[in-house]
C-alpha cells in the first residue's frame, strides 16, 4: 500500500510538473483601442519560464506606434495550468502595479490584467504562443 501511495504521489507532482511547463516560450496578444478618433494597437509579448511553481519572464509593451517598453515579472506562480503574476511599470504618474491572473490552454493563454487597487474586474486578454524557430 505504501509502495501505491508512493507512486502515486510522484506521478502527481510529474503531471503538475508537464502542466507547468506547457508555460514557457514567447506569446504574443495584440488588441486594438480606439483612442481619439484614431485606432491604435496595443501589442504585448509575454516571455515565460517556469521552475516548479515559479513563474518568471518578461512582457514588453508596444503602444502603438511608441517605442516598447519591457519589464520583469514578479511574485509569479503557476499551479497546475493556473499562473498569476505582477509587473511594475514606472510612468510619468508615478508608478503603477498591474496584477496578471489567467489559464494555460494548449498554445493560447487566457486571462485578466487589472491595476493593483484599481476597481473593477479587469481586463480580459488572450496571448497565443509564438511557434520555436
Do not use: C, H
Not at 509593451?61 to 517598453?69: I, N, S
Not at 487589472?114 to 486578454?125: D, K, L, M, V
Amino acid at each position: 500500500m505504501k509502495i501505491f501511495l508512493s507512486i502515486l504521489t510522484v506521478l502527481a507532482l510529474a503531471a503538475g510538473l508537464a502542466v507547468a511547463g506547457q508555460i514557457d516560450g514567447k506569446w504574443v496578444s495584440e488588441r486594438t483601442m480606439n483612442r481619439g478618433g484614431e485606432e491604435v494597437t496595443i501589442r504585448q509579448t509575454f516571455d515565460l519560464k517556469s521552475d516548479g511553481s515559479k513563474l518568471t519572464g518578461t512582457i514588453t509593451m508596444q503602444f502603438g506606434q511608441m517605442e516598447p517598453r519591457t519589464v520583469e515579472i514578479q511574485e509569479g506562480r503557476i499551479e497546475g495550468n493556473k499562473f498569476s503574476f505582477k509587473t511594475v511599470m514606472e510612468t510619468p504618474n508615478g508608478t503603477m502595479t498591474s496584477v496578471y491572473e489567467g489559464t494555460v490552454e494548449g498554445d493560447v493563454i487566457k486571462g485578466t490584467s487589472r491595476r493593483e487597487g484599481g476597481q473593477g474586474q479587469g481586463r480580459p486578454f488572450e496571448a497565443k504562443r509564438v511557434p520555436a524557430s
